[in-house]
């Protein structure tokens, strides 16, 4: 993507004093590469390597090596596309200092109409790499994770989950294969730790946006902003009373440079930051507003209401990643102005 807000983005990791120098020569795989988190990633770490003349290689995980070669042809980082399935018995021999994995349907849709799918990418695909990476005997496991895990706040209380908080989950859903995935695959990271020594850390993100959104995400927020992008209205399927932290990609990113480079063995770490907690409604109000378009209101079918998240509350409390020193650098306002502006030149 080519944008000079966007470059502004990636430029942004400078800002703050992380130690850039475990990159030194490392050779980092990343699963998901090519997904609105992972897009931003290979490009933060190919700029953090084209400064610090770091020698990184990366090494990307994909089902189509054509469409992510396309993608990444700008970069100059050494990397490789490895045609990859992650539920299957793994094809590689490198030795990797990081795994990166944020392989996973992340779409309400494929919830519904791919369960089986939506599930068993997060449990073998988490399983396989933690598997290489054990049997390698080094490097770091990073897994992506989500607010999804807390499920829902009963209580009503806006006060943000903590990483020991728990919130309820009915797992007799077909909704909760992607919340319990995503569960799973952090007590895996657990029982590698505690039964072969492997090194994980586990940022768990809130919902993220920005311009490096897929054309297929059937995520609210991501319907919002392609329909600002195009002047169409703002289509919200139910009263919008929802309230939600939300991210911009490029403060997500570097959270997670974070938690790989300073994060301690074995913990999780909230992504999130309070200036962009909003309810579903204010947030397509304010997409609305900056793409002078209105807002108006429409009942789901049964195909999206089955991949609907139930939550009413999924607020995070991420005091503990500050103390890392990681902070958002972009409010929502911000962060959706950015998005819009970055989607239209880029149309």
């Known amino acids: 993507m080519e944008s000079e807000l966007y470059n502004q983005d990636l430029d942004s990791v400078f800002n703050f004093s992380l130690p850039f120098e475990k990159l030194q020569n490392s050779k980092i795989l990343i699963s998901a590469a090519t997904g609105l ?28 090596k054509e469409k992510c070669k396309e993608k990444f042809s700008h970069i100059k980082t050494e990397y490789f596309t490895i045609e990859q399935d992650i539920t299957k018995e793994l094809a590689l021999t490198e030795q990797f200092d990081f795994i990166i994995h944020g392989a996973s349907n992340t779409h309400p849709k494929q919830y519904s109409v791919d369960p ?7 449990l073998f695909g988490t399983y396989h790499l933690l598997n290489y990476i054990k049997n390698q005997n080094r490097g770091r496991f990073v897994l992506l994770s989500t607010v999804e895990i807390y499920g829902d706040n009963l209580s009503e209380d806006k006060k943000g989950f903590s990483e020991t908080d728990f919130g309820y989950l009915d797992c007799n859903t077909v909704r909760a294969n992607y919340c319990e995935g995503k569960r799973a695959s952090e007590s895996l990271c657990q029982a590698f730790k505690s039964q072969y020594g492997v090194d994980v850390v586990i940022p768990r993100l809130c919902r993220c946006y920005g311009p490096t959104l897929k054309a297929d995400d059937t995520k609210a927020l991501s319907q919002f902003l392609r329909n600002g992008r195009d002047g169409q209205d703002i289509v919200l399927k139910s009263e919008g009373n929802q309230y939600f932290s ?33 309810t579903l409604k204010n947030l397509a109000m304010l997409i609305a507003e900056k793409s002078n378009t209105k807002v108006v209101f ?13 939550a009413s509350v999924a607020i995070l409390d991420s005091d503990k990643l500050k103390k890392l020193g990681w902070k958002a650098t972009y409010t929502i306002e911000e962060g959706i102005e950015r998005t819009l502006s970055c989607m239209k030149s880029n149309r």
């Open 298 to 310: 429409d009942l789901p079918n049964e195909v999206e209401k089955a991949g609907f998240s139930k």
């Open 37 to 64: 988190i992972g897009s931003v990633l290979v490009d933060m770490l190919d700029k953090i390597n084209q400064k610090k003349g770091l020698n990184i290689k990366l090494f990307l995980i994909t089902r189509n």
């Open 116 to 122: 089986v799918g939506s599930l068993t990418i997060s």
């Open 246 to 278: 939300y991210l911009y990609a490029a403060d997500a990113v570097i959270a997670i440079l974070f938690t790989m480079l300073k994060g301690e063995n074995g913990e999780a770490y909230n992504v999130s930051d309070e200036n962009s907690n909003i």
